[in-house]
């Protein structure tokens, strides 16, 4: 079953319009003072690379949404939902260890 926009992931989207419009990440970086390796982050998820923290990473994708055609406030809301995954699982991953520690005291 196909997915829709909602049920993608933010670097999804932008790595699948970039590819359709035929853009390098060369040209990309040019036009948008971004540098490549930064714009690769954002479609690859890896947003441990990129400077500033949450505010930036918001900033870049909002203008590389901008850029490839895309509703800026679909990718932050795809963003945000990343950001709620990975803090949930790395609170479930904390109370698994928090009852490891316990029993083996």
């Known amino acids: 079953m196909p997915e829709t926009q909602e049920e993608k992931f933010s670097g999804q ?3 699948e319009a970039r590819k ?3 853009y390098r990440y060369k040209r990309l970086s040019s036009e ?3 540098p490549e390796t930064y714009l690769q982050a954002l479609e690859e998820e890896n947003y441990e690379v990129m400077p500033g923290g949450d505010p930036y990473i918001k900033g870049y994708l909002r203008a590389y949404a901008k850029k490839l055609d895309l509703d800026p406030e679909l990718i932050i809301t795809a963003f945000e939902k990343y ?3 990975k803090r949930k699982q790395e609170k479930s991953s904390l109370k698994k260890d928090n009852k ?5 005291k």
């Open 100 to 104: 490891k520690g316990r029993k083996q």
């Open 83 to 85: 950001l709620k995954d």
């Open 32 to 34: 948008l003072n971004i």
């Open 20 to 22: 359709k419009r035929r």
């Open 13 to 15: 989207l932008l790595s």
